[in-house]
């Protein structure tokens, strides 16, 4: 079965620094990945998804940014943080379509 | 396009009664259904899903729910709910793409 991880759990950033957030998945090939965000309040917004290495799909406008460098490997970036950017961002990956996602324990980032 | 609507946000309940959490969608296409629960600062974990087949579907922590294609809903029961219950709700729906829209999310609180 598949395993994410995601670090770090939790995160306090300056505003106009940079973000570097990492998922990694074990027990799969192949898989799609995705990135989520919940902010206060909020459900989860999708904010990228990838089909495979360097394949990246932004679904929202927005001062982040992600990359794949690896199959199994999912990278979401910011080059100066903004305080709206706070939320928990949680990591997802899938195989099959009628499966849903497995997701990563989420990363609490408090940009101040 | 496909979308979930949940119609609580909130669901006070007592300890050993009985719980239902609404959702309903709407997809011009068939739709793989989903249930997932989140414990605070925590990842989401599936509860149950409907691929095909019987409309009652069963699954971990005794929840159930029942997909009504007519009235194109997916409520969520349980017949005695237990304090650790307590955590956030999430219904989903997939295409056969496999791309998941969430809901609000409901968040069932359970009272001794």
């Known amino acids: 079965s598949q395993t994410i991880h995601q670090w770090p759990a939790t995160l306090v950033q300056p505003v106009g620094s940079p973000l570097s957030l990492e998922c990694t998945v074990e027990?799969?090939?192949?898989?799609?990945l995705y990135w989520y965000r919940q902010a206060a309040g909020r459900g989860l917004q999708l904010l990228f998804y990838?089909?495979?290495?360097?394949?990246i799909s932004s679904e929202v406008p927005q001062n982040l940014s992600a990359s794949r460098p690896q199959d199994r490997q999912f990278i979401l970036s910011s080059k100066k943080l903004l305080l709206s950017d706070s939320g928990f961002y949680l990591c997802?990956?899938?195989?099959?379509?009628?499966?849903?996602?497995?997701f990563g324990s989420g990363t609490r980032l408090t940009v101040v | 396009a496909q979308s979930v609507t949940q119609l609580d946000s909130q669901v006070p309940v007592f300890e050993e009664a009985p719980v239902e959490l609404r959702c309903n969608y709407s997809?011009?296409?068939?739709?793989?259904l989903f249930w997932y629960v989140q414990y605070p600062n925590q990842g989401l974990q599936l509860l149950l899903k409907?691929?095909?087949?019987?409309?009652l579907v069963k699954g971990i922590n005794g929840f159930e729910a029942e997909f009504n294609k007519s009235q194109t809903s997916f409520h969520l029961r349980k017949p005695s709910v237990h304090i650790s219950d307590t955590a956030e709700y999430f219904c989903?729906?997939?295409?056969?793409?496999?791309?998941?829209?969430f809901g609000q999310g409901t968040i069932l609180t359970v009272h001794p």
């Open positions: 989903a729906v997939s295409d056969l793409g496999g791309k998941l829209t």
């Open positions: 997802a990956s899938r195989v099959f379509a009628n499966y849903g996602y497995t």
């Open positions: 997809s011009s296409v068939s739709v793989y």
């Open positions: 990838s089909v495979g290495i360097g394949q």
């Open positions: 027990g799969t090939s192949n898989p799609n």
């Open positions: 409907y691929l095909s087949g019987s409309t």
